[in-house]
């Protein structure tokens, strides 16, 4: 994925015709991308996980300012749940964050709605498709190809799941009972290690 799991997550949660945040994510989008922050920083071996708590084991920067800023607030000891919760009250505003920095690489562009000459309010436009469709077109691979998914897609299709937006990628019904259906067993069947599995497991207990 081009995308860090942050982004890629942020950009379905993203409803495309409204330029805002789909109203089934309003309340889950910030823990949501906490949460990919931190699992991303998992695989980036940055941080252990350790029956659920965390230990930070490398402060290098990863080059993603989001990342790095998630990284620089983390602390060793607090479990991951406690860590989301926190860190999606210190992160308040990381949606602003995630649109300069989508902004900057030119996949989103902002737009200024008015009313006559008064602006009202920004809304989110994709400038660049090409990123968000590929994530679309690896999330339906998983579905209706079998496709194991990497670490990464595992977590990303958990936390789609975990928000109940799969209906933003799976928009006919029936592809999207098939969709929940791989939803349950991914983390199970996507062969990803226990300390992460545990975590996505945590994370759906969290999510409900």
């Not at 930070?56 to 990342?67: A, C, H, P, S």
């Not at 008015?114 to 400038?127: F, G, H, T, V």
Request: net charge negative; proline share 2%.
């Amino acid at each position: 994925m081009k995308l860090s799991i942050a982004e890629g997550f942020y950009l379905i949660a993203l409803d495309d015709e409204e330029g805002r945040i789909l109203a089934a994510a309003e309340k889950t989008v910030v823990p949501g991308v906490i949460s990919a922050c931190i699992l991303e920083l998992y695989l980036l071996k940055k941080i252990k996980l350790d029956g659920g708590n965390v230990s930070v084991i490398d402060t290098i920067g990863t080059g993603n300012g989001i990342l790095d800023n998630v990284l620089k607030k983390l602390q060793t000891g607090p479990s991951f749940i406690d860590q989301v919760k926190a860190m999606s009250s210190k992160f308040k505003d990381i949606q602003e964050d995630l649109n300069a920095l989508l902004v900057q690489r030119g996949i989103l562009r902002k737009e200024e709605t008015k009313l006559l000459w008064i602006p009202l309010s920004d809304r989110m436009d994709n400038a660049n498709y090409a990123f968000e469709q590929e994530i679309r077109n690896n999330l339906k691979a998983i579905v209706f190809k079998s496709a194991k998914p990497s670490p990464a897609f595992t977590i990303l299709y958990s936390i789609i799941d975990d928000c109940n937006i799969l209906s933003e990628v799976f928009k006919d019904r029936d592809e999207l009972i098939d969709a929940e259906k791989i939803g349950k067993d991914i983390v199970a069947n996507s062969g990803v290690d226990a300390s992460l599995a545990d975590a996505l497991s945590q994370l759906k207990a969290f999510f409900a």
